[in-house]
């Protein structure tokens, strides 16, 4: 039966039948995990806004912070998993691009073996960690045991795993590959060897070759962690495997349930709700009335339109995805070439990464304050990265008018009736960042609740848009919205909570203290130190994505800092400034492949319209360096 010819008759028929069942099956899954994850942003919006209003009269709900921090869990594996669906989820894949016929089959096929093979193995961790006595038999919250809750971990890894094999092929004859060959290392991991140290560098050369073919970077990150826990630890023969393999999940529940990581999706989704309407175009209207007249009016509209974005979205390639379209005939009607207006556009997507409330600000305050060796607040990382963000932009903006052609000019007098209309219909665009910062600094809230209060703001704007402007059905497009918002932050989450195994790891081998010691030795001025760092820290940004350098390069770069006396919020922001110019950075930098693709121009060509604006970058990172002033100035200010 199995060597009977499908192509005709009733065997064409039954497969057509499967195929359209298996296909209606999909899609009511995929409608489930959209509203999960729809129901779950939307409870961690609400809560903390009814926290507000029952402070008032003295009583709060019970369990709720718990039940947060637990919501985080659920979008990071539902997000991961839907970043899965989509096949979306955030890898080195640009060298497959090049590849076609068997040999890209080839590396699909090697590429989701060992991807395979790490998530298998992680969510079998999981598993066994939900299992261990006092974890999940624990009541968190509302008398909900800890298994209940925890559930989610192997559930995710297990839709991780089935998306793997049913995207390693188009073909069911060859699904069956990344199978055997998990297997296969799944039963080479457990085997008693007493040498293990000798297979690590040969697997992590395999993992190397698998992330270039095209595996998820969470495969990558995770899969070195489980890899040099397994072999390098010095854990007995008979323990290694399920300590190793524990240890990860216990390290990925612990991180992802961070409280201050509430804020993350939060502050995101405020800035998905934005991006979902027609926000870009009244605040493009808006200061294209007011700046459009003057010289390099064109760039300023660019830069501060893009700075806005990535601010709330917290992803630079949301921005030059979302916008480029939008921009693009804007810097073209001034006079730019296309060269330069791509240049632009590929850049400035990046500028929001040190204003408040971006991600990789609050992320460092997270990780940092993990080290034990300083603690920071979100106020005071948010406040240090204002002055630096706004350097970059105004270097930007110089930059382009610079390069705007004089006979572009045509300077017109401000129509103030214009200005005003354009005004009054960005008005609630404009009062977003008001409320995010009244709510952070004012005292009446906690930085969560500042979140909460920020996103519901933008949720209040989205549906005004969606109802009196563009006239849609909020029900069909808010769960599309928020799936989408979800699928970016769990990508993020799911990253950042297996890289907490390698963090954990390096931690354990004494990897910081010998990076003081070599470091204390070695260097003996704070100058010479911060040129090193940034040295180091843009190859960082040329290897890695800005979120799993945040987990992995923190902590060992906190000890430094404190040796060499380095403020650790002006080491932030030297940290994420020069990660930002990884977004620009040839030849992986992920802005370059994201312009590529929408402007459907060669990845050579947006490199050499980037070019300079990379190196106006650099020129701001060395001044954010060697003047702490514009870091520590303004938190300071505000504590004294």
């Known amino acids: 039966m199995e060597n009977e010819d499908l192509s005709s008759g009733p065997n064409l028929e039954k497969s057509s039948k499967i195929e359209s069942m298996n296909g209606r099956l999909c899609l009511v899954w995929a409608r489930i995990e959209d509203w999960a994850i729809s129901i779950s942003l939307g409870l961690m919006m609400v809560l903390p806004l009814l926290e507000i209003a029952l402070r008032r009269f003295n009583t709060g709900i019970s369990g709720s912070a718990e039940l947060l921090q637990h919501l985080v869990l659920f979008v990071a594996m539902l997000g991961g998993a839907i970043a899965s669906r989509e096949n979306r989820l955030l890898s080195l894949s640009t060298f497959t691009a090049f590849l076609t016929g068997s040999w890209a089959a080839i590396a699909r ?42 559930a989610i971990m192997p559930i995710g890894f297990a839709l991780l795993a089935i998306r793997i094999v049913w995207f ?72 290694r495997v399920s300590i190793t393999i524990e240890t990860q999940a216990q390290t990925l529940y612990g991180f992802i349930s961070n409280p201050l990581l509430v804020t993350l999706p939060l502050f995101t989704l405020a800035g998905y709700f934005l991006a979902q309407g027609y926000s870009s175009k009244r605040l493009i209207r808006l200061i294209q009335s007011i700046f459009g007249g003057v010289r390099g009016g064109a760039v300023i509209v660019t830069v501060l339109v893009c700075a806005f974005f990535t601010t709330f979205t917290g992803a630079s390639g949301v921005t030059v995805l979302a916008l480029g379209g939008l921009l693009m005939p804007v810097l073209q009607s001034a006079g730019y070439k296309e060269r330069s207006s791509i240049g632009m556009l590929t850049g400035a997507g990046s500028l929001g990464v040190l204003f408040p409330p971006c991600l990789p600000l609050i992320l460092y305050a997270v990780v940092a304050t993990n080290t034990k060796l300083v603690s ?37 007098p401000v129509d103030w009736v214009e200005v005003w209309k354009a005004f009054v219909g960005a008005l609630g665009e404009l009062f977003l960042p008001i409320v995010a910062l009244f709510a952070l600094f004012s005292g009446f809230a906690t930085p969560i609740e500042a979140a909460s209060v920020s996103a519901f703001y933008a949720f209040i704007v989205y549906l005004v848009d969606a109802k009196r402007v563009r006239g849609v059905s909020v029900r069909a497009e808010l769960p599309t919205m928020m799936a989408e918002c979800g699928l970016l932050v769990g990508g993020v989450l799911l990253i950042l909570g297996v890289a ?41 940004g040329c290897l890695m994505d800005i979120f799993s350098a945040i987990i992995v390069i923190v902590p060992l770069i906190v000890p430094l800092g404190v040796v060499f006396g380095i403020d650790p919020i002006h080491l932030g922001i030297i940290f994420l400034a020069n990660l930002q110019l990884g977004y620009l950075t ?7 492949f994201l312009a590529s693709y929408r402007f459907g121009k060669p990845i050579s060509v947006v490199i050499k319209a980037s070019l300079p604006l990379l190196l106006v970058f650099v020129i701001g990172v060395i001044l954010i360096t060697y003047i702490p002033f514009l870091t520590t ?3 300071g200010l505000l504590q004294n």
């Not at 590959?177 to 080479?188: G, N, R, W």
């Not at 040839?586 to 370059?592: A, K, V």
């Open 109 to 150: 096929g090697f590429s989701a073996s060992f991807a395979l093979f790490v998530t298998v193995v992680i969510g079998i961790g999981c598993f066994r960690f939900i299992n261990t006595e006092g974890i999940g038999d624990a009541v968190i919250f509302w008398g909900i045991p800890g298994w209940a809750v925890m």
């Open 168 to 239: 390693s092929s188009p073909s069911w004859k060859s699904r069956w590959i990344p199978l055997v060959a998990s297997v296969a290392l799944i039963m080479f991991a457990i085997y008693p060897f007493e040498e293990v140290e000798n297979f690590v560098w040969p697997l992590l050369i395999l993992l190397i070759l698998a992330t270039v073919a095209g595996a998820p970077l969470y495969v990558a990150i995770g899969g070195t962690a489980l890899i040099m826990n397994w072999g390098w630890s010095g854990y007995f023969p008979e323990d």
């Open 376 to 412: 920071l607040s979100l106020k005071d990382v948010f406040l240090g990265g204002a002055i630096p963000g706004a350097l970059l932009v105004v270097m930007t903006i110089i930059w382009g008018i610079w390069k705007q052609p004089q006979t572009s000019v045509d300077q017109t």
């Open 500 to 540: 907490m195994g390698l963090t954990d790891y390096l931690i354990f081998a004494m990897i910081p203290d010998r990076m003081v010691e070599w470091a204390q030795v070695t260097i003996e001025s704070k100058y010479l130190f911060l040129l090193a760092l940034n040295g180091a820290l843009v190859l960082v």
């Open 586 to 592: 040839p030849p992986i930098g992920m802005n370059l």
């Open 633 to 635: 100035w303004l938190p």
